[in-house]
């Protein structure tokens, strides 16, 4: 039978979500401890891949199980697992639906704080920035839903079939001393390191250093710069999955901290 697991975690210590041979992921973990609690190899299929020390407050991955178990795997797991990764749900599937495929909307957040915080470090993105514009930024933001190729905001087009992403909303909210941003953007797909790039491209706006216009000129003409650096992954959040068969509310409200 299919389960689908819903957890989340914080992806500080790893190299994102995806296994790779001679290193840490979420993954990894997650079959590593499935497999000692049931014995056998367990090989599981997540809804998506973040990249390293990218973190996640809801995320779905399926496992295929021949057998129902006969003990408390909720507890077990969570008791196993180590304190950055967190399982909510056990959610017994009909049919073969896919956690990766069959996701209609994928959500996340991007938290910015502009002052050195030990607090905030790991969990938010530090930039040290005074007087950014924010009406500009925010200017900028609301023309993402407007376009539907995103070719200008990933780091390899060329390696991918298309980039082509339907963004459904995005929104900049700052708190009401300037001092912490979040950037929240939601569409059916997403390009490697699509979000880091706009929210990078946004702070150059802040600071000045590129206008609205030629941030849209990007979207228009898809045309790649030559030169792209993602804002840090940190910041960082896979925030809400969505399925035609599935949507359940994130479990976890760790945003009232960081913004």
């Known amino acids: 039978m299919r389960y689908f697991f819903h957890i989340g975690y914080h992806g500080t ?3 994102g979500w995806q296994k790779h041979a001679g290193v840490n992921s979420i993954q990894l973990v997650l079959e590593t401890t499935l497999s000692k609690i049931f014995k056998h190899t367990v090989a599981i299929v997540g809804c998506g891949r973040t990249d390293a020390h990218v973190h996640a407050s809801q995320f779905f991955f399926h496992v295929d199980l021949e057998h129902e ?4 795997l909720f507890f077990r797991l969570n008791k196993i697992l180590p304190d950055d990764i967190a399982l909510f749900d056990i959610i017994p599937m009909q049919g073969l639906p896919h956690a990766r495929f069959d996701a209609v909307q994928r959500a996340y957040d991007y938290f910015i704080h502009t002052y050195k915080d030990p607090f905030l470090s790991g969990f938010s993105s530090l930039y040290p920035e005074t ?3 924010i009406d500009a930024m925010k200017r900028a ?5 407007l376009y539907d190729d995103y070719r200008a905001f990933c780091k390899m087009p060329d390696r991918i079939d ?3 992403c339907r963004v459904s909303s995005a929104g900049l909210f700052v708190d009401q001393s300037g001092d912490r941003l979040r950037f929240h953007i939601s569409a059916n797909r997403f390009l490697s390191k699509m979000i880091r790039i706009i929210v990078g491209r946004l702070l150059d ?11 849209e000129h990007y979207l228009v003409s898809k045309q790649t710069p030559q030169i792209i650096i993602p804002a ?3 910041g960082l959040y896979l925030s809400k999955v969505t399925y035609p068969y599935l949507d359940l509310a994130p479990r976890t409200n760790f945003s009232g901290m960081l913004f």
């Open 13 to 15: 210590k790893y190299s």
């Open 69 to 72: 178990w006969d003990f408390d």
């Open 131 to 133: 007087n950014l514009d």
């Open 141 to 145: 933001t609301t023309l993402l839903p």
């Open 162 to 164: 298309h980039t082509i």
């Open 205 to 215: 706006i802040g600071r000045g250093d590129m206008s609205v216009d030629e941030f």
């Open 232 to 234: 840090h992954p940190q």
